[in-house]
C-alpha cells in the first residue's frame, strides 16, 4: 500500500477499534526503521519505544482491566496531560472533541457510567493487537519533549503507509505502574503514552474531529 504523504496525513486518525488481526513483525521493524529518521535536535533521538505483542500484551491488558474493574486509583501523575485551566479557544476545541467522540457512540452527555466504560477502552488498547509505549529520560526538556512528538508523528504516518491505523494514548500514563510490571523499563525513563497499532475495525463507528480554519492557526507576514 502506497499512500501520497498529505494522504497519509489526513487519513491518519485516533482508531478507537481493531480486529484480532496480528500485524506482522517485519512490518512493525521496517516503520521503526523508518521513524528513526526524524528530526531531534543534535541527533539526541530521547525517544525509547517498547513494542507489546501477544502473551505480554494480553497480560498487560488483563492486569490494567483489573485496575479498571476494582477501582484501583490511578497512579500519580509524572507530567500534566492539559493545563489546570484551558483557555478559549482550546477550552471549546478539547468540548467539542468530548461531545462529537460519544455521539458517535451513542453517548449522552450525562451519561457519566458510559463514559467511563468508553474510557476504561483505553486499557483494553482498544481491542489492538500490538502496542507502542513511549518513554523519555527524566533528565530531557521541553524541546526533546517536542522531539518525541515528532518521532510519533512519524509512527502513525508509516503505519498509514502499511495499511494500519492507531491511537495515541497518554491515558497509559496513570496506570504507568502496570506497564512497567510488564516492561521493566529503567528507573530513568518516564512513560509519556501507549500507542494501539493494528488493522481498524470498520464495524466500530467514529466521527472524524474538525480542524480550526487556517486563519485560527497561521500567520502569513507576506512582503
Known amino acids: 500500500m502506497i499512500l501520497d504523504v498529505y494522504e497519509a496525513v489526513t487519513s491518519r486518525r485516533a482508531v478507537r477499534g481493531f ?3 496480528p500485524v506482522p513483525r517485519p512490518v512493525l521493524e521496517r516503520v521503526l526503521s523508518g521513524a528513526a529518521w526524524a528530526p531531534s535536535g543534535s541527533n539526541l533521538q530521547p525517544w525509547r519505544a517498547y513494542v507489546v505483542t501477544g502473551g505480554p500484551l494480553a497480560e498487560l491488558k488483563r492486569r490494567a482491566g483489573r485496575r479498571v474493574a476494582s477501582g484501583d486509583p490511578w497512579d500519580e501523575r509524572e507530567y500534566e496531560m492539559y493545563p ?29 457510567e458510559a463514559r467511563q466504560r468508553a474510557a476504561a477502552a483505553n486499557w483494553d488498547c482498544f481491542g489492538a493487537p500490538a502496542a507502542l509505549f513511549c518513554y523519555i529520560d527524566r533528565g530531557m526538556g521541553r524541546p526533546q519533549w517536542s522531539d518525541v512528538g515528532m518521532y510519533l508523528q512519524t509512527v502513525m504516518l508509516l503505519l498509514r ?25 529503567p528507573d530513568e525513563l518516564i ?13 466500530v463507528g467514529y466521527a472524524r474531529t474538525g480542524r480550526a480554519p487556517l486563519d485560527e492557526t497561521v500567520t502569513f507576514v507576506e512582503g
Open 19 to 21: 480486529i484480532d488481526r
Open 84 to 112: 489546570p485551566t484551558l483557555k478559549s479557544p482550546y477550552r471549546e476545541r478539547r468540548s467539542a472533541f468530548g461531545q462529537e467522540r460519544y455521539s458517535a457512540l451513542g453517548i449522552e452527555r450525562e451519561d457519566w
Open 161 to 185: 503507509a502499511e495499511g494500519l491505523h492507531s491511537c495515541p494514548q497518554m491515558a497509559w500514563s496513570v496506570y504507568r505502574k502496570t506497564v512497567a510490571e510488564i516492561l521493566s523499563p
Open 191 to 203: 512513560l509519556f503514552c501507549g500507542m494501539s497499532i493494528g488493522f481498524e475495525d470498520d464495524s
